[in-house]
Each structure stands twice: as structure tokens, then as C-alpha cells.
């Protein structure tokens, strides 16, 4: 187990390296190969009204024009130790993490991304639980109840569920239970959770519940054909003839069986919404990474969208990680190989 919790550990380290490898080519060499000069990957710093001058003097400060070896060096040395930028006027140090500095701004985005996590953070974990819980207990009883009147109408508001996009149900749901009814609160009323934990429920529920019945259709769906395929297996026979109760049959040997595929895109959809849920953000009016990731692209403010990027590669790794651990949990015959 220990050695299993090692090689995870380092190839989630490798890993990193080569999203950090992809993530520069996609920002830097990829507009080169297109053809791309220095200034126009610097007009990505200094926004829209800057002069020709002011932009080939950024080009120069930030190495633009040394090769893509020493750039990617430099870039990630920065990451770790931090940076100092020169911006004609003064030089403005970039602590680490340095996950790039705003010339439009003037400021780091790291301390921009911390500033939004919480709500990203309060987006993603409250509406993962919903889903998961809603999704899985209704797969089980769907696959338990097949053919029933309870499994078609489930099936088909997983099916609706999926088919119907964030933006829609989300407005739909705004004007309907917060501007309408006024049960929940309406868009842009975040409250963190540290000033006041009800209001901060109050504020996120209709959000939860939005995002959630997206996400739980695929759950359902999912968890329904696990348990289809599992439940017939022999050794579910087995424990049944043995005599055990059948909600033990059902937890312990067919669900668990059945809960590998509902831990890896688990992982994955995690890790995606802590990166930044761009259009439910949008849609509730939430300043989270998503939402400053979409207003660094209206602005051309590059150094925001690649923060959030890399921000984004790294929940996604530890979300992987933390399922392959989990593996070794849900799973008894990944603790022997």
C-alpha cells in the first residue's frame, strides 16, 4: 500500500512538470509556430491602447526574444521563486507562486486567484455533494426498480438533465424561485462562509441545486448501469444464498463493486469546477476563477487566463490523485498488485 501511495505520489509530481511544459507551449510556442513575433505576444500584457514602442520594450523585459528553452526555464523558476517585473516606471516583485503579474492591473494574480478560490471552492464542493448523493441513490433505485414507473420517470429527468444547459436552468431558476417567489437569494449575493455560515448556505443553495441536477443525471445514469451489470454477477449470488441481508448485498457487494467509474469522473469533475465553473458563475453573477478567467479574456489580460489555466492543471492532478488513493479503498484488488 505504502509503495502503491509512493508511485502515485511521483507520477502525480511528473505529471505536473508536463502540464506545466503543455501549458507554456500552448501560450508561447504555439503563437510562435503560427507565426507570431515577440511584439504580438506581448500586446497580451499591456492591453489595447499601448504604443508599438511600449510594446516591443515589454517584449524585451519579459524574453520574448531568447530561446524557448531559456523562456520556459525562466517562466518556471518564476513559478517557484518568484519574479520581478520592470515595467518602465518601476519594478514590481511577483512572489511565489507566481502564477504571472497583470501589466493592465499592476498586480500579481495570485493574490486575485486566492481572493476568488473561496467561491469557486463553495460552488464546487457544495454542489458535488448533492449530485453525488442524488445521483448515485437514485442509479441504485433505478437499477434495484428496473422497468418500473419510478426508473422511467428517473431515467428520463437524467436524460432532461443532461440535455438541458447550465445557462438555461439556471436562469430559469432565478427568475422563478428567487425574483419570483423570492425563496432564494438572488445572483451576486455571495457571503463567505467565515462571516456568516447561513447566509452563506442561503446564498449558494440555489447555485448548489442548479449545478447539481446537471451533474446528477450523469450519476444516475452511471450508477444505474453499474449496478445493472454487478448485481447479476455471481458473487452477488453467492452472498445471497449465504443468507445476508439484502441491503448489505446491495452496499456493500454491488454498489462498491460498482463505484470505481463513479470515482474517476468524480475526480474529473472536481477538479474541472475548482478550476473555474465559467457559466455558472456567469449565470449567478459569482466572482469565482471563472468568472476572472472570462474577464481576463475580455480585457486581453493574458497573465489571468494562464493563471487560472495552471491553477485549474493542478486541481485536476490532486483530484486524480486523490481517486487513484481512493482506488486503492473502494477497490481490495488494487492493495495487491
Known sequence: MITYIIRRLIAAVGLLVVVSIITFSIFFVVPRIAGGTPETLATRYVGRAATAETVHLTAQKLGFYDPMTVQYANWAKGIVMGENYDYGAGVERCPAPCLGYSFITRQPVWPDLLDRAPVTASLAVGASILWLVAGVATGVL??????????????????????????FTGLVSLAFFSYTLGWTAPGGQFVPLTENPAQWAYSMILPWITLAFLFSAQYARLTRAGMLETMHEDYIRTARAKGLRERNVVIQHGLRAALTPILT?????????LGGAVLTEKTFSLNGLGKYAVDGIVSQDMPKIMGVTLLAAFFIVIANLVVDLLYAVVDPRVRTQ
Do not use: E, N, Q
Not at 422497468?147 to 438541458?164: H, K, N, P
Open 142 to 167: 433505478s437499477a434495484l426498480r428496473r422497468g418500473t414507473i419510478f426508473d422511467r420517470a428517473a431515467m428520463g429527468l437524467a436524460l432532461a438533465g443532461v440535455s438541458l444547459p447550465i445557462f
Open 265 to 273: 469522473i468524480f475526480g474529473l469533475d472536481v477538479g474541472l469546477l
